[in-house]
């Protein structure tokens, strides 16, 4: 990858409008490279560290560049396992990923379910 999409600059984000044109600016220089824009790789071309990013997310309008960077990354894995049906393993791999999706196999939920029974009705009626 590095041969393909420029590293060379140091970028520092200063604002949500530059972290959106250069998120923007990796993600066209991997599609014309045909080549998928991962987390790492945009961190690395941001010149972001996890801490960075971490920080960076706190503010809102940062946070909406960084899902919409979620959102193609999702979207390029989806469109290349429906189109090919040898890279499915890995892309779906790649799709459990937070940063990638976060797909589960199973849906997951915290929430529980209480049933509280007044008056004459008792759990037995139901078996």
Partial sequence: MCDKVNLSD???VISAEQLKVQVEDYIAQCNSAELFPDYAG????LGLSRK?????????KCR???DYAADCRESWLVRRMT???KVTTGCVHALKQS???GYTDKPQSDKKLIVEFSGNITPEDFQ
Avoid: T
């Avoid at 960075?52 to 809102?60: K, L, P, R």
């Fill in 64 to 66: 909406e560049v960084l």
């Fill in 83 to 85: 189109q090919d049906n």
């Fill in 52 to 60: 960075d990013i971490e920080e960076i997310s706190q503010d809102e």
């Fill in 42 to 45: 945009m961190r690395v071309f």
């Fill in 99 to 101: 940063e990638n999706g």
């Fill in 10 to 12: 140091s970028r520092r």
